[in-house]
């Protein structure tokens, strides 16, 4: 018969391996304890590069804003003096050679673009696709802006090529359709819209 003592003090008593078991269960809490600090590290690092990393984002945004903006800009200053010069050659009146104007900056707006994506690789349907999706609101905006002025100014419009008020008028009006605009263009990249597009096929 098995001596009731031994069972006492052996292996299974008090004094036996229950102060190991312990031991291992502290070492076992003190190795979750570290592992759950260098995650607590780990997810505080991360929050510091996100936040680091959120501004250069904006910073980033507004500058592909203002890129987009001033490609918008070189299409429809090249419309816009076209379509005056043709409209003075062909003698047209104001209302029909403003017509003409922002309907040749739509076509060099989006053939710049165009131009762009084509390199990049994109066939010519998808390509008009990127153009239209990329420049329609900031051309409409802009040369909304760009004629309201041109027609409010008084005299601008009847000028003529050859006279500095056209011409400031032109520059003026050009200048503030930018400065209006690129708040928009921002706006739609943030959301994935507008120049975003464009992007997702090539960088600038």
Same mark, same amino acid.
């Given at each position: 018969m098995a001596d009731p003592a031994h069972h006492a003090t052996g292996t299974h008593g008090a004094g036996g391996p229950h102060p190991a078991h312990g031991g291992h269960d502290a070492r076992r809490g003190d190795h979750a304890h570290a592992g759950h600090s260098a995650h607590a590290g780990h997810g505080a690092h991360a929050d510091r590069a996100g936040h680091a990393g959120r501004g250069p984002a904006r910073d980033g945004s507004w500058r592909t804003a203002v890129q987009a903006t001033l490609h918008c800009l070189t299409g429809c200053a090249i419309g816009e003096v076209l379509g005056m010069?043709?409209?003075?050659? +062909?003698? $047209?009146?104001?209302?029909a050679t403003v017509v003409l104007s922002v309907a040749l900056a739509f076509v060099f707006g989006y053939a710049l673009t165009m131009r762009g994506v084509l390199r990049a690789g994109l066939p010519v349907r998808q390509a008009v696709k990127v153009a239209l999706a990329a420049d329609t609101v900031s051309i409409l905006v802009m040369e909304l802006i760009d004629n309201t002025v041109m027609v409010t100014v008084p005299g601008a419009m009847d000028a003529g090529l050859g006279n500095a008020l056209f011409w400031a008028a032109l520059a003026g009006s +050009?200048? $503030?359709?930018f400065v209006l605009t690129v708040p928009v263009n921002r706006w739609m990249i943030a959301r994935g819209r507008g120049h975003a597009v464009v992007h997702?096929?090539?960088g600038h």
């Open positions: 010069i043709l409209g003075t050659a +062909l003698g $047209l009146h104001n209302g +050009l200048a $503030l359709a997702a096929h090539h």
